[in-house]
């Protein structure tokens, strides 16, 4: 059974900063393109960052300078290291992967593997 757990998720004020976490069971991680994505109330899920099998990374515009993806085979975790927090970064941060390596889109759609979530809260 696949299962994607994020944890880290807090209230911080605006400057602040959280890494999440997210371990990953029942497939392959280490072969497998992982990202994040976000989601504040009423918007849509939104993209935020990628991480190949390689190690190459690549992030949304909105939050390129202070978030770190990272990721610890060994441990099977995902982690998003989230600095000089603003309070458009609140939302729920959702944990996802897409199995088999290759290209690792910006497309929720492409991701077979969700997490449930966390949420960071980030007051101004």
């Known amino acids: 059974q696949v299962q994607l757990v994020e944890s880290g998720g807090d209230s911080v004020q605006a400057g602040g900063s959280l890494r999440l976490s997210c371990v990953a069971s029942g497939f392959t991680f280490s072969t497998s393109c992982m990202a994040w994505f976000r989601q504040a109330p009423r918007n849509g899920r939104d993209w935020v960052t990628s991480?190949?099998?390689?190690?190459?990374?690549y992030y949304a515009d909105s939050v390129k300078g202070r978030f770190t993806i990272s990721r610890d085979n060994a441990k099977n975790t995902l982690y998003l290291q989230m600095n000089n927090l603003l309070p458009e970064d609140a939302a729920m941060y959702y944990c996802?992967?897409?199995?088999?390596?290759?290209?690792?889109?910006?497309?929720?759609?492409?991701?077979?593997?969700w997490g449930q979530g966390t949420q960071v809260t980030v007051s101004s």
């Open positions: 996802t992967a897409r199995s088999g390596g290759g290209y690792c889109s910006a497309l929720e759609s492409e991701y077979n593997f």
């Open positions: 991480l190949f099998t390689s190690g190459r990374t």
